[in-house]
Nanobody
Framework: VQLQASGGGLVQAGGSLRLSCTAS????????MGWYRQAPGKQRELVAR???????NYAESVKGRFTISRDNTKNTVYLQMNSLKPEDTAVYYC?????????????WGQGTEVTVSS
C-alpha cells in the first residue's frame, strides 16, 4: 500500500491550496483518511480526518477554513485550504487506516510542503 500526496506549494496569506492524496496497492478497505502537519520544531498534529461517510474531524485552528473530502471511487482524500495563514506553514502528511492482507494498519504519505508568506 502506498500513499501519494501532492498539491503543496508557496502561497500568500489569504490564499488557497488544495492537497490530494491517493492510496494505491492491494487492500480490502480504507477505513479512514486524514491529514496531519508538522511545522519546524513542532510535533506532528492532526489537521483533519474523515473516518467514513460524512463524518469529519478538524483541528480547532483550521475549522471554517479547511475542508476535507474523499472520493472513494478514486481512493483519494482532498484537503481544501482557504484563508491560509503563515502559521499554516508546515509539511502536510496524509494518513490512511487501511485493511489489507497483512491486517489493519496506518500508512503515511511522503509529505507535501506548504509555505504561507505574510
Amino acid at each position: 500500500v502506498q500513499l501519494q500526496a501532492s498539491g503543496g506549494g508557496l502561497v500568500q496569506a489569504g490564499g488557497s491550496l488544495r492537497l490530494s492524496c491517493t492510496a494505491s496497492g492491494t487492500f480490502f478497505r480504507i477505513n479512514a483518511m486524514g491529514w496531519y502537519r508538522q511545522a519546524p520544531g513542532k510535533q506532528r498534529e492532526l489537521v483533519a480526518r474523515s473516518p467514513s461517510g460524512d463524518n469529519t474531524n478538524y483541528a480547532e485552528s483550521v475549522k471554517g477554513r479547511f475542508t476535507i473530502s474523499r472520493d472513494n471511487t478514486k481512493n483519494t482524500v482532498y484537503l481544501q485550504m482557504n484563508s491560509l495563514k503563515p502559521e499554516d506553514t508546515a509539511v502536510y502528511y496524509c494518513n490512511a487506516d487501511i485493511s489489507a492482507l497483512r491486517g489493519r494498519n496506518h500508512y503515511w504519505g511522503q509529505g507535501t510542503e506548504v509555505t504561507v508568506s505574510s
